[in-house]
């Protein structure tokens, strides 16, 4: 059964390693970025297990009092298309919506078909592109999503 819970600094090292397999080098995060993120920030962040393993985990940064600003969700490759990110993302933008925030931002890379798929049926709209945002070659799409106060 999944279940939801807040991170620990002890989890660093695996929702590192889980970060490296979600992405290409360039685009994952160091753990010294994900720590940063996590611990050093205001934020939100929670990580789902499917008995006590890993199955995925979501960061949201509070850059002001009404926006947050999605750093990333990662599901475990053998977990994908079975609801994981429906239920972290339901949970971060609930938690958003307590804490007063209007609005969600990300950034998504313009080859990842499949995040983007995920954000408009998680109700994120386009809303720009940025040219070279990855390692100064790939551009990002930028979405956003409204959220009920
Ligand atoms: C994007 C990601 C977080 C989605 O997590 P997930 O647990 O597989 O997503 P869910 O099972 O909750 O999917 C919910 C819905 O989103 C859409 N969706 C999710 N992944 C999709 C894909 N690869 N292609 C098309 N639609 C997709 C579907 O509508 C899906 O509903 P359905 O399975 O009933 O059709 C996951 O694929 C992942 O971790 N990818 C690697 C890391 C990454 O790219 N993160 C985003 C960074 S910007």
Do not use: W
Not at 38 to 46: A, D, R, V, W
Request: with cysteine; proline share 1%; charged share 25%.
């Amino acid at each position: 059964m999944l279940k939801l819970r807040s991170v620990r600094v002890e989890d660093l090292d695996a929702l590192f390693v889980l970060d490296q397999q979600c992405f290409p080098e360039g685009i994952a995060y160091s753990k010294e970025e994900l720590a940063y993120f996590l611990f050093e920030t205001i934020s939100l962040s929670l990580i789902a297990e499917e008995d006590r393993k890993l199955a995925g985990f979501i960061v949201a940064e509070q850059v002001s009092p009404t926006l947050m600003h999605l750093i990333t969700i990662d599901v475990a490759a053998g977990m994908r298309r079975l609801g994981v990110g429906r239920v972290l993302m339901e949970a971060i933008l609930e938690g958003a919506v307590c804490a007063g925030t209007e609005a969600i931002e990300l950034e998504v890379a313009v080859d990842n078909a499949g995040a983007q798929a995920f954000y408009r049926e998680a109700g994120f709209v386009e809303t720009g592109r940025i040219a070279g945002y990855y390692m100064g070659t790939l551009d990002a799409l930028t979405m956003r999503r409204a959220l009920r106060v």
